[in-house]
């Protein structure tokens, strides 16, 4: 597939969704098809994949100018597609997972809400900021973003670890009708049964064969926010690469308590590997060489309507039976995540035009 066809494939696509000019639409569909070409954000690298006869540094000042363009860091853009996809999303109940991520080590993060999917995760509502943990106000107000979103009478899990163990969050989400939370403590935490004989979670007797649950759980001495459940169980990990190696997760939930709680727990891990498709195993936004936080945000613009797309194609490719043409490479990729490794949309004969779950 050549970029040309690869970006009259995006174009269409575009105007389908988009009421948009068609003059910007193209634009935007010559960006997508380079960044996805390219498998990198290196403004210098997704030139020599834009289909036009100008000189490499006239298509790096056309990318500059592109990202600091105004009409592009409009998030309706991305949003009008991600509902389109959803429209089709057939599922009794969908998992939105909220986490932060390094962008610029130590200097800028990623706050990011995406809905767990096959694995992996979707996009759906960002925020940049300064390197660091995040403040209870600034996850609300995204969730809040998320919530205008989100289909009416929608049955809906929000997942996070421990930095998501606030009580005002746990309030959000038993105040959206038909949501539920699955959220990480930390280990210092207290509660107590509705007796007021408070509890240390650490202090719990947890084993590699002996879990804790329990429900109707008043949680933390300053809120007493309860009635909650919650639960323990042994899994060894590592905080950090210098850190010291913890044993027992800690969770609360607003969701009855039942053996199937861990398995649905797992569902958060799908924004690990979405945020390496961003980074290490796919377009290295982390090295990304923009500076102003609006320029970075229209490049999130760009790569999530990629990432959109390529699972899309992904899934249209494992339904019509194709999944052979992308299983079995000898790069590390699955077929969810169509572009991360290989080019290879330049072995992939299709003309998809829609975003389907």
Not at 13 to 34: D, E, F, K, M, Q
Request: charged share 20%; glycine share 4%.
């Amino acid at each position: 597939m050549s970029n040309s066809h690869l970006e009259n494939t995006i174009f269409k696509l575009l105007c389908r969704y988009l009421p948009h000019n068609h003059r910007h639409l193209r634009r935007l569909a010559r960006v997508c098809s380079g960044v996805q070409l390219a498998k990198s954000t290196h403004l210098s690298f997704i030139a020599r994949w834009l289909p036009q006869t100008t000189q490499q540094s006239s298509r790096v000042r056309f990318l500059s100018r592109f990202f600091m363009s105004e009409q592009f860091r409009d998030d309706t853009i991305y949003q009008l597609l991600l509902q389109q996809a959803l429209r089709t999303y057939r599922t009794p109940m969908w998992h939105l997972v909220i986490d932060r991520s390094s962008w610029i080590p130590e200097v800028q993060d990623l706050l990011m809400v995406s809905l767990s999917y096959h694995k992996r995760a979707i996009p759906v509502a960002w925020q940049i900021h300064d390197y660091g943990p995040t403040k209870v106000q600034e996850q609300v107000d995204l969730l809040q973003r998320v919530r205008a979103l989100m289909p009416d009478k929608q049955p809906i899990t929000l997942h996070g670890d421990a930095e998501f163990s606030s009580v005002p969050l746990m309030r959000f989400a038993t105040r959206q009708a038909g949501w539920d939370f699955i959220l990480g403590q930390r280990s210092g935490n207290q509660f107590h049964l509705g007796d007021w004989q408070w509890h240390t979670a650490k202090d719990l007797k947890v084993t590699a064969s002996r879990p804790f649950y329990a429900a109707n759980v008043f949680w933390t001495k300053t809120h007493n926010f309860g009635p909650v459940n919650c639960f323990a169980f042994y899994k060894p990990y590592q905080t950090g690469r210098f850190k010291v190696q913890k044993k027992v997760r800690y969770f609360t939930t607003s969701l009855p308590i039942a053996p199937q709680l861990r398995r649905l727990g797992r569902r958060r891990w799908g924004c690990e590997p979405m945020f390496r498709d961003f980074k290490s195993a796919g377009w290295c936004m982390h090295q990304s060489a923009l500076q102003d936080p609006e320029t970075r945000h229209a490049l999130l613009l760009v790569l999530s309507f990629s990432y959109l797309w390529a699972v899309s194609l992904g899934r249209w490719l494992c339904k019509v039976g194709r999944r052979h043409e992308i299983d079995g490479k000898k790069n590390d990729i699955t077929a969810y995540f169509v572009l991360a490794g290989i080019g290879l949309f330049t072995n992939i004969k299709c003309n998809i035009q829609s975003l389907r779950f």
